[in-house]
């Protein structure tokens, strides 16, 4: 079940500027289980073990070869991953024309559709066509991309994806940096309470999961610090969770 509709939000952002720590009581971290660092030879019982692990979501990494150098999975994956879980699906494409894919991509079981801005002129076309797919509709934003860029988005979206590496391949180092884009996004959230959630994907791991929390991400996407060690999933999980819970 997909958690906080937008008068739940609301509330959450009235007590957060009496309370700040409010929010956190009630409102605990995300966790959504990056698929690009799996085993996909073992996928169904991988997914599973997060399931039983405690993750909220599974994040599908969708790229292209053209929007970024890798190229990953599509709508059928999407659509196997639903058969394994009832989890929601967190779909990331990073992709050309990603306009041209909704329809695929929610037909086989997205609940959430995050595109990119970057080169993309239909973009608010396309956040449209996703809300009349009937799933939540995100807008991630590359390590160099400013949030002025997106300005005019804000008020059509429920998820903000920041970046923390540039998008392309599991495994790479956190950037810094980046970490005052969220505080700044943060901060944006409380006149847009439409965003249910500030999403950060890249490099999280023990050591930066709980900075970016603070800095007031409220959903983690997690990829290699989940599944480096297949044998102890729900291990990597809990050590995750024990950093922000």
């Known amino acids: 079940m997909l958690v906080t509709s937008w008068w739940i939000n609301t509330f959450l952002v ?21 698929i690009l660092s799996a085993d996909f030879a073992q996928l169904g019982n991988q997914i599973r073990e997060c399931e039983d692990g405690g ?33 929601p699906l967190d779909c990331h494409l990073m992709i050309e024309n990603p306009e041209t894919l909704v329809d695929a991509f929610a037909k086989s079981g997205a609940d959430f559709i995050t595109i990119h801005p970057e080169n993309n ?10 809300k009349t797919s009937g799933c939540k509709c995100g807008i991630a934003l590359n390590p160099t991309t400013p949030l002025e860029n997106v300005l005019p988005l804000l008020p059509m979206i429920d998820l903000l994806l920041i970046m923390t590496v540039n998008p392309g391949y599991s495994g790479q180092g956190f950037i810094p940096e980046v970490i005052n884009k969220i505080i700044r996004a943060k901060e944006l959230s409380f006149d847009y309470p439409n965003i249910s ?49």
């Open 14 to 34: 009235i007590c957060q500027l009496y309370d700040p720590s409010f929010v956190e009581v009630i409102m605990p971290t995300l966790l959504s289980a990056s």
């Open 197 to 245: 959630y500030i999403q950060v994907d890249g490099g999280i791991n023990l050591s930066t999961i709980k900075k970016v929390v603070k800095a007031g991400a409220n959903c983690c996407v997690a990829a290699t610090a989940i599944f480096r060690n297949t044998t102890d999933i729900a291990q990597n999980i809990k050590r995750l969770r024990n950093e922000v819970d």
């Open 55 to 87: 993750v909220d979501w599974i994040h599908i990494d969708v790229m292209d070869g053209h929007f970024v150098p890798n190229l990953t999975m599509g709508p059928f994956i999407v659509e196997t991953c639903n058969q394994i879980t009832s989890l």
């Open 121 to 130: 002129p239909r973009v608010m076309d396309t956040l449209r066509h996703i």
